[in-house]
């Protein structure tokens, strides 16, 4: 079997649909298997993969068990030389799953590989990041990337000064379609279930390339992701509230498995200071306005 595709689904029914159309339309010329890994959906997407796609391997979880938990059964059960984790809000096109086999083929010194991603209407949608550090997260807590995203030191965690147009040895390609070497995952172990979601793909890549395999991105592969579509289900508070408690637990994950406690504490430090920061101009906008509209009216 040359590529096992894993994909973790929760309610998005509608897109998993699209996205399994489009593996079973366009994928041809290698051996693959897919999994359905379904984290407890109640809007039909089980009913959905049983009536339309009976190809595919449906592994039902009783309740949302995360992102890594859910992935896990799927590679545990996979017998492909490559594995393919792919969100069900993505659709591949033609040629994209063979390529990125090729290209691995091609690349032994490769322990994973990302495709190309765009948005539905083809505008550009950048995938690849270097990995989190001390310096990226101070970067951060200054808006000097955002300011500046151009700049090869302040950008270089978004990479936001490359086109994402060569291919390139990269850190960490997005999670939502990741190419991976069954035999790096034997040697580095699959992902963190430490980790509900976000920064889970960040970690397995660091592992892959701690344990001395390189990463790369490859434009010729293209993949359309809709980008957070099981994130729409949440409300405005939740998304405002858990959601980012979640990204913050999983960020603080992260940098104490890799960085050590105290860059835990110094990441916290940076949010608080940032906070502080966006206030204090804040303060600032305001008290000029009234300024200016004291001395005018």
């Known amino acids: 079997m040359d590529l096992s595709i894993v994909i973790v689904n929760w309610n998005v029914k509608d897109l998993l649909e699209k996205c399994l159309g489009s593996i079973y339309e366009h994928v041809h010329g290698i051996s693959f298997e897919v999994f359905v890994s379904d984290n407890g959906s109640t809007d039909g997407s089980v009913e959905m993969v049983r009536a339309k796609f009976h190809q595919a391997q449906l592994l039902e979880n009783k309740a949302n068990l995360g992102y890594p938990k859910a992935n896990n059964r799927g590679i545990t059960n996979s017998s492909g030389r490559y594995v393919m984790l792919l969100n069900p809000d993505t659709e591949v096109t033609e040629g994209a799953m063979e390529e990125l ?5 091609s690349h032994p010194e490769a322990g994973a590989a990302g495709p190309k991603l765009e948005y539905p209407d083809g505008s550009f949608q950048p995938s690849c990041r270097s990995f989190p550090t001390l310096e990226t997260e101070f970067y951060r807590m200054l808006f000097l990337d955002q300011i500046f995203p151009k700049s090869r030191v302040f950008g270089k965690y978004l990479l936001s000064y490359w086109a994402h ?8 390609p997005m999670g939502a379609a990741l190419l991976v070497r069954k035999s790096a995952i034997d040697r580095t172990g699959m992902l963190d279930q ?11 890549c660091k592992r892959i390339k701690d344990a001395g395999q390189k990463i790369y991105f490859d434009p010729k592969a293209l993949v359309y992701h ?3 579509k099981s994130f729409v289900q949440w409300n405005t508070l939740m998304r405002s509230i858990k959601l980012a408690r979640i990204w913050r637990g999983s960020r603080n994950y992260y940098f104490r498995k890799h960085h050590g406690p105290l860059s835990v504490v110094l990441v916290n430090l940076f949010d608080v200071i940032q906070v502080l920061l966006v206030l204090g101009i804040l303060y600032a906008l ?7 509209w004291r001395l005018f009216f």
């Open 165 to 172: 147009d060569d291919v390139r040895e990269v850190d960490q």
């Open 226 to 228: 809709h980008k957070n």
């Open 194 to 204: 430490g980790i509900i979601f976000w920064f889970d793909e960040v970690d397995w």
């Open 286 to 292: 305001i008290k000029g306005i009234s300024f200016f």
């Open 101 to 105: 086999v090729r290209f691995m083929d």
